[in-house]
């Protein structure tokens, strides 16, 4: 393969964005939309990488100084101060090339969905024909605003015309420009300093060098993209999110290729920063956000939200549950309906059951709540099981309040457990208690009236009621 030098356009001021930032930081759902460019030449190693910058040019200068994928690219900044076209674009790139000889690999910043895989064969294609120019083109029905690929009688390429400058027969064309470009060094440079702007928008066309390099008799190719999607570019918000939409479904994609599956992959949500282990099951309507990580063999039923948390593997989060910053042990079950707010720390074979709600509660191995429980500020120990209704009162309109519950311990449903408040190992609560005292290991621990039965009381009553109606 050839050396390759990447020039990366991205002066452009980007307007119709909204907004006062540099069109090429914009943000996709997964970064900046010119670390999609940066990341996806980076396989072919190009040994320099020129930025054009020119709208909020420090803005953009300060982004790639931090930006992860500008690590491994030896990045020049080229200063375009007047945007005169793509032309002029490239022209303004030139000093920096100084001194490379092989393929200039010409994109965009605002393009972000091609692929490494695409820009490779791309290279590889322009390298094999031998050629001095190859664009990498693509199929759009007309009407649309790109330039057309020109091509004579015998199909060979012989122009690209911009659609402001095409007559009535040409706009007609299918095959268009993406703007990405493989050119021979020592063609490409007298070719863009001999640019004119005699057209229709007054600007410097980086694309009237095809038209050259064909008059010189040099050889020119054109690539045909496999999948047009890929040639997106971004202008307005709207172009952002079909972008956006791309990448979702490229991220569940990849997902779906190392084993994780979804019954209805369209009704998920996933944001960028979550992974998922081969073998978990994602049922549907479930949005994973924030940092989460799901793990192997995990079973998310459907309609959940998870967010900034992990999920380790074999656990199961049933149907209608909200988990946020949070962990969930190994062979453990969330739900169904099911609320573990932050700080929850649940540990391997837990259950925490229907329309149980825990907050920076940490529930140590085998602990079980299957019921009707608030949990808040809180630890449970080994194998206890929380009845249901059970409340850790954690509050008392000023402060929040530890329960400390050993292990082994069985708490009776319908409990108060008002904090501060310890119950040691293998204690047990009476259903019904509300629990004001420490209570010692393997006690009972007993907080209500007791029963009194009145013999007969019943009947009395309802013969004097009845013996009213008479
Ligand atoms: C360009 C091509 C067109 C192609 C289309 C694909 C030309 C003349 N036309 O059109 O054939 O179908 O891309 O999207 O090249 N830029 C600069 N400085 C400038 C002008 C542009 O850096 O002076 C950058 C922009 O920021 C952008 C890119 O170059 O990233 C493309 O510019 P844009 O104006 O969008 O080109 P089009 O007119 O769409
Ligand atoms: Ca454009």
Same mark, same amino acid.
């Given at each position: 393969?050839?050396?390759?030098?990447?020039?990366?356009?991205?002066?452009?001021?980007?307007?119709?964005?909204?907004?006062?930032?540099?069109?090429?930081?914009?943000?996709?759902?997964?970064? #900046?939309?010119?670390?999609?460019?940066?990341?996806?030449?980076?396989?072919?190693?190009?040994?320099?990488?020129?930025?054009?910058?020119?709208?909020? *040019?420090?803005?953009?200068?300060?982004?790639? #100084?931090?930006? +992860?994928?500008?690590?491994?690219?030896?990045?020049?900044?080229?200063?375009?101060?007047? *945007?005169?076209?793509?032309?002029?674009?490239?022209? !303004? #790139?030139?000093?920096?090339?100084?001194?490379?000889?092989?393929?200039?690999?010409?994109?965009?910043?605002?393009?972000?969905?091609?692929? /490494?895989?695409?820009?490779?064969?791309?290279?590889?294609?322009?390298?094999?024909?031998?050629?001095?120019?190859?664009?990498?083109?693509?199929? #759009?029905?007309?009407?649309?605003?790109?330039?057309?690929?020109?091509?004579?009688?015998?199909?060979?390429?012989?122009?690209?015309?911009?659609?402001?400058?095409?007559?009535?027969?040409?706009?007609?064309?299918?095959?268009?420009?993406?703007?990405?470009?493989?050119?021979?060094?020592?063609?490409?440079?007298?070719?863009?300093?001999?640019?004119?702007?005699?057209?229709? *928008?007054?600007?410097?066309?980086?694309?009237?060098?095809?038209?050259?390099? !064909?008059?010189?008799?040099? +050889?020119?190719?054109?690539?045909?993209?496999?999948?047009?999607?890929?040639?997106?570019?971004?202008?307005?918000?709207?172009?952002?999110?079909?972008?956006?939409?791309?990448?979702?479904?490229?991220?569940?994609?990849?997902?779906?290729?190392?084993?994780?599956?979804?019954?209805?992959?369209?009704? !998920?949500?996933?944001?960028?920063?979550?992974?998922?282990?081969?073998?978990?099951?994602?049922?549907?309507?479930?949005?994973?956000?924030?940092?989460?990580?799901?793990?192997?063999?995990?079973?998310?039923?459907?309609?959940?939200?998870?967010?900034?948390?992990?999920?380790?593997?074999? /656990?199961?989060?049933?149907?209608?549950?909200?988990?946020?910053?949070?962990?969930?042990?190994?062979?453990?079950?969330?739900?169904?309906?099911?609320?573990?707010?932050?700080?929850?720390?649940?540990?391997?074979? !837990?259950?925490?059951?229907?329309?149980?709600?825990?907050?920076?509660?940490?529930?140590?191995?085998?602990?079980?709540?299957?019921?009707?429980?608030?949990?808040?500020?809180?630890?449970?120990?080994?194998?206890?099981?929380?009845?249901?209704?059970?409340?850790?009162?954690?509050?008392?309109?000023?402060?929040?309040? +530890?329960?400390?519950?050993?292990?082994?311990?069985?708490?009776?449903?319908?409990?108060?457990?008002?904090?501060?408040?310890?119950?040691?190992?293998?204690?047990?609560?009476?259903?019904?208690?509300?629990?004001?005292?420490?209570?010692?290991?393997?006690?009972?621990?007993?907080?209500?009236?007791?029963?009194?039965?009145?013999?007969?009381?019943?009947?009395?009553?309802?013969?004097?009621?009845?013996?009213?109606?008479?």
């Amino acid at each position: 393969m050839d050396t390759i030098c990447c020039i990366i356009l991205a002066a452009g001021a980007g307007k119709r964005m909204g907004g006062d930032l540099p069109k090429a930081v914009t943000q996709t759902r997964e970064k #900046a939309l010119i670390d999609h460019l940066l990341d996806a030449v980076a396989p072919l190693k190009p040994s320099r990488t020129i930025v054009v910058a020119g709208h909020k *040019q420090e803005v953009l200068k300060s982004y790639l #100084a931090t930006s +992860t994928s500008s690590k491994g690219h030896a990045i020049e900044i080229a200063i375009q101060d007047e *945007q005169l076209g793509t032309g002029h674009a490239v022209k !303004c #790139a030139l000093p920096a090339l100084q001194g490379f000889t092989g393929t200039v690999l010409i994109t965009y910043a605002d393009h972000p969905l091609f692929t /490494a895989e695409t820009l490779k064969l791309f290279t590889q294609y322009h390298s094999f024909k031998k050629a001095t120019l190859t664009m990498l083109s693509f199929k #759009a029905p007309p009407p649309n605003g790109y330039g057309k690929v020109i091509r004579d009688g015998k199909g060979q390429v012989i122009r690209i015309t911009e659609a402001k400058d095409c007559n009535p027969e040409e706009a007609l064309i299918p095959e268009v420009n993406s703007g990405f470009y493989a050119v021979d060094s020592s063609f490409l440079k007298p070719a863009v300093e001999s640019l004119t702007n005699s057209n229709a *928008q007054g600007e410097y066309y980086l694309t009237d060098i095809v038209e050259k390099a !064909c008059k010189e008799g040099q +050889t020119v190719t054109a690539f045909p993209l496999a999948d047009a999607s890929e040639a997106a570019g971004v202008n307005n918000p709207y172009e952002l999110s079909l972008v956006n939409d791309i990448l979702a479904q490229r991220h569940i994609k990849r997902l779906q290729l190392e084993g994780v599956s979804f019954a209805d992959p369209k009704s !998920c949500f996933l944001d960028a920063s979550v992974t998922i282990a081969s073998g978990a099951h994602i049922g549907p309507n479930v949005q994973l956000r924030g940092a989460t990580t799901i793990g192997a063999d995990v079973v998310v039923e459907g309609t959940a939200i998870i967010k900034d948390s992990s999920i380790a593997s074999n /656990a199961i989060i049933k149907l209608g549950s909200h988990v946020e910053s949070s962990s969930i042990g190994k062979h453990s079950t969330v739900g169904p309906f099911a609320h573990v707010r932050p700080g929850s720390k649940i540990g391997e074979h !837990c259950r925490i059951g229907n329309f149980v709600e825990t907050k920076n509660a940490t529930l140590r191995d085998g602990a079980k709540a299957s019921h009707l429980t608030y949990l808040g500020d809180c630890v449970v120990g080994e194998n206890t099981n929380i009845g249901a209704g059970t409340i850790t009162c954690n509050y008392d309109g000023y402060n929040k309040a +530890t329960t400390t519950i050993g292990k082994d311990v069985f708490i009776g449903s319908n409990s108060a457990l008002v904090a501060p408040i310890t119950v040691g190992d293998g204690a047990l609560i009476a259903a019904g208690s509300v629990i004001t005292r420490d209570v010692p290991a393997d006690a009972l621990g007993l907080g209500r009236a007791r029963q009194e039965n009145k013999e007969h009381w019943a009947k009395e009553r309802r013969k004097v009621l009845e013996s009213g109606k008479r």
